[in-house]
């Protein structure tokens, strides 16, 4: 008799076992939870940013192994993303921005999520490597990488310049895009790299000085949580008086035009301004912050939209043409 | 012992029944996965007419 119960208790706690271990319920995860794994938002900045690297490079490029390139690329950083997701899944639940996503709400189990990841970024590199070049194909490999193990795992819960050096894996696409197109990496592609780089602190931390809270409860050592509110808000200004100098940097080294040098230096001179207000701002005032962490967003659209018209866009239509 | 391992047998022999909601995932997580294999197999198609013969040719 006691052996039937324990039987009976058995197959319950097959049906209520944690998720990791795959014996729950079977899952009721559709096509969109699977496509909001992947950060589509976060995708489309990838993909932009990689199409400026390749439209820019030199040489010739048949526009196949182009569209292959950008959506090994497209792919590769949705396994970065999903492996994020899954290796996340306990602190987004804590957080107000994050617990829409597929894991805490229970529609993909973080084992899932990760194999999901896996899957994708064996693919992703496989393909790049056979259909373009192996070098790209390491670069996208090291990017995922990157910010699977490096940012997510390593620095994300341990250091408040997670997001200063975990940058590095959102800046190398348009490195990837070049290496894709020529099959090496030269000074512009850097350059495209470094203004990213100095990009991702002042847009993050200006999200994370209006989402402290959220940061706080999910323990994540978010520089205005660690550090303070002020030190945080200096340290924006900071990387905005490097970035703006980086971005007028492709049109004082001649690698493009003089609508790019306009605009950066016109974006560039905004985004001075609301750093400099953001640094004058105190809580529990957020407007600045918000409206910077706005800006930003189109500050690295314009720039790099601007070059893609300058630069790339006679040769990408060539290219078609061709 | 004998009456309780022949119970769990009889439920085993049911198996997992999904309820129309979970079948309706399956299937389109199955087709999904479909389209993403023929996706790949034609772009390899494509890119394999594209190279030619220098398909195998993969500069570093």
Known sequence: MSLVSEGADFRGALVAAPAGLGLAEPSLADVRDYIALMK???????????????????????PMTGFTALLCI?????????????????????????????????????????????????????????????????????????????YTVW?????????????????????IGWAAATGSLSLEPMLLFLIIFFWTPPHFWALALYRADDYARA??????????????????????????PLGVAPWALGFAGPLYGLTAAGAGAIMVVLAWQVFC?????????????????????????????????????????? | MTV???????????GVVLTEAQKRARRSRSIAIALALAALVILFYIMTLVKGPGVLVRPI
């Open chain 1, 74 to 150: 497209a792919v590769g950083a949705g396994a970065a993303g999903a492996l994020n997701m899954g290796y996340d899944g306990d602190i987004d639940a804590l957080m107000t921005r994050t617990a829409r996503r597929p894991v805490p709400r229970g529609r993909i189990k973080r084992g899932e999520a990760i194999a999901f990841g896996m899957t994708l970024a064996a693919f992703s590199v496989a393909t790049l490597g056979l259909l373009v070049n192996a070098f790209a194909a390491a670069l996208l490999a090291f990017t995922i990488f990157f910010y699977a193990v490096v």
């Open chain 1, 219 to 244: 323990g994540i050592p978010m520089l205005p949580v660690v550090a303070g509110d002020a030190s945080a808000r200096q340290q924006i200004l900071r990387y905005t008086l490097i970035l703006v």
């Open chain 1, 155 to 175: 620095l994300k819960r341990s250091t408040p310049q997670n997001i200063v050096i975990g940058g590095a894996a959102g800046a190398f696409p348009p490195m």
């Open chain 2, 4 to 14: 309780g391992i022949a119970m769990n047998d009889k439920q085993d022999d049911d």
């Open chain 1, 281 to 322: 701002e105190r809580r529990p005032a957020e407007r600045a912050s918000k409206r910077l962490f706005a800006f930003s967003i189109l500050y690295l659209f314009l720039l790099f939209a601007v070059l893609l018209i300058e630069r790339g866009w006679g040769g990408l239509l060539a290219r078609l043409v061709v």
């Open chain 1, 40 to 62: 589509p938002r976060v995708m489309s900045l990838v993909v932009f940013t990689a199409l400026v690297g390749l439209a820019i490079a030199p040489g010739s490029l048949h």
